[in-house]
T-cell receptor, first 114, second 109 residues
Framework: GAVVSQHPSWVICKSGTSVKIECRSLDFQATTMFWYRQFPKQSLMLMATSNEGSKATYEQGVEKDKFLINHASLTLSTLTVTSAHPEDSSFYIC??????????FGNGTRLTVT | EDKVVQSPLSLVVHEGDTVTLNCSYEVTNFRSLLWYKQEKKAPTFLFMLTSSGIEKKSGRLSSILDKKELFSILNITATQTGDSAVYLCAYFGNEKLTFGTGTRLTIIP
């Protein structure tokens, strides 16, 4: 079946540094990918929608200059958390539509900023 | 403003019990309602509902959508400890999937 691969699965970084998270569709092409963030004991909140060949669409309240999204090809989208701070520590997860409204999710990246 | 609300927020039952999880929504441009189970990491897909009144069933789990009253329920019969998880409902509308608050289900052996 369709697989979405997300790397790294966890990362610890120092405050002020940048972290890149990759999301790949392994056996299908994804013109759109969705990036979510989940804080402990909360639900998944959509951050942005990345679109291959065009700019990402950010949800209200998400800083586009802080969370850089690049959809470089039909199989790769990246999220870069720039100048990370402890409050950015969260679980980041990507997903891609396989058939219509059915999304496949990556396994997520747990980011800890010290 | 579009929203989806789940209830209860948490639920603790004994193994073997039957549970019903609720999801109500107010959505413009509604296309479908989906249920997911989340344990440690990524949510796993359970059901996608687009038509009102048609029950979807998978083993001990079943779900139904009421588009007139704008809600869906997820039933789990004969619960097992492996059913302990957060159950998320989400709607697909405006070309994106938006999640509800989730219900944390705990099954006591």
């Amino acid at each position: 079946g369709a697989v979405v691969s997300q790397h790294p699965s966890w990362v610890i970084c120092k405050s002020g540094t940048s972290v890149k998270i990759e999301c790949r569709s392994l056996d299908f092409q994804a013109t759109t990918m969705f990036w979510y963030r989940q804080f402990p004991k909360q639900s998944l909140m959509l951050m942005a929608t990345s679109n291959e060949g065009s700019k990402a669409t950010y949800e209200q309240g998400v800083e586009k200059d802080k969370f850089l999204i690049n959809h470089a090809s039909l199989t790769l989208s990246t999220l870069t958390v720039t100048s990370a701070h402890p409050e950015d520590s969260s679980f980041y997860i990507c997903s891609a539509p396989v058939i219509g409204q059915l999304l496949h999710f990556g396994n997520g990246t747990r980011l800890t900023v010290t | 403003e579009d929203k989806v609300v789940q209830s209860p927020l948490s639920l603790v039952v004994h193994e073997g019990d039957t549970v019903t999880l609720n999801c109500s929504y107010e959505v413009t441009n509604f296309r479908s309602l989906l249920w997911y189970k989340q344990e440690k990491k990524a949510p796993t897909f359970l059901f996608m509902l687009t038509s009102s009144g048609i029950e979807k069933k998978s083993g001990r789990l079943s779900s139904i959508l009421d588009k007139k009253e704008l809600f869906s329920i997820l039933n789990i019969t004969a619960t097992q400890t492996g059913d302990s998880a957060v159950y998320l409902c989400a709607y697909f509308g405006n070309e994106k999937l938006t999640f509800g608050t989730g219900t944390r289900l705990t099954i006591i052996p």
